[in-house]
């Protein structure tokens, strides 16, 4: 199993008060699986999401990645395996404005400590891969909202990750460039990557093979594309 969650809890503190994100949450997933996580505001979805990205640890229960425990890492043990083995894809595209697409793509190399030649060419190699050939040089506020999306799946894909973490991908774009960015996600499904989509949209949702539903911290529903088909 790539991803194991027994028991997860996540508790902040907010002033003299103690608000419950998660509550016990136990949930599996295995390599090249294609989930969306959903639930309204509050239930938790953004939590779960930092934890499975090794973001943030959870206060008690056990993550276990591709077979390693990460829930007691450290913040550094935690970067190194958030840098070998996860894309994030995120709705704000959080690309660096000043530089271009190529560098962007390049900058989780940078703190992967390769050397300047292997990463131009896997940079190259990723921009190509989205579509993005003759836009290398260009900076963010020169791109479209679909290329910047691109750029910053390109970004996600330059470390070989197993896991995609994608946060609402398509919530700044329009409907069309919002399905050529489902299309890519799928794109890579196919080419064996575990996509894990974080959405409100019922429509982005059906992209996946799964659908895990959140409310009040805990999950309501996981439900398997089959047997969703088969209630409709």
């Not at 994030?88 to 530089?99: W, Y």
């Not at 290398?136 to 910053?152: D, F, K, T, Y």
Request: with cysteine; glycine share 10%; charged share 25%.
């Amino acid at each position: 199993m790539l991803i194991r969650l027994e028991n997860i809890e996540k508790v902040y503190q907010m002033g003299a008060e103690e608000v419950r994100a998660l509550r016990g949450v136990n949930v599996g997933i295995e390599p090249n699986e294609y989930v969306a996580i959903m639930g309204p505001s509050g239930s938790g979805k953004s939590t779960l999401m930092n934890i499975v990205g090794c973001l943030d640890s959870p206060t008690s229960g056990l993550y276990e990645l591709d077979g390693i425990a990460v829930s007691g890492m450290k913040d550094d043990e935690l970067a190194e395996v958030r840098n070998r083995k996860i894309g994030f894809v995120f709705q704000t595209f959080n690309l660096l404005p000043r530089a271009t697409a190529l560098h962007n793509v390049e900058l989780p190399l940078v703190y992967a400590g390769l050397a300047n030649r292997e990463r131009r060419k896997r940079a190259q190699e990723a921009l190509v891969a989205v579509g993005l050939s003759d836009r290398m040089g260009h900076r963010p506020n020169e791109l479209s909202g679909g290329q910047r999306q691109r750029v910053a799946i390109a970004r996600a894909l330059v470390t070989n990750p197993s896991i995609i973490l994608a946060d609402e991908p398509t919530g700044n774009l329009d409907s069309k460039t919002g399905a050529e960015i489902m299309g890519i996600l799928e794109h890579l499904h196919r080419m064996g990557n575990t996509i894990i989509l974080v959405t409100h949209e019922e429509e982005i949702a059906a992209h996946s093979h799964r659908v895990i539903r959140l409310r009040d911290g805990q999950v309501e529903r996981d439900e398997r594309k089959e047997k969703m088909q088969n209630a409709n």
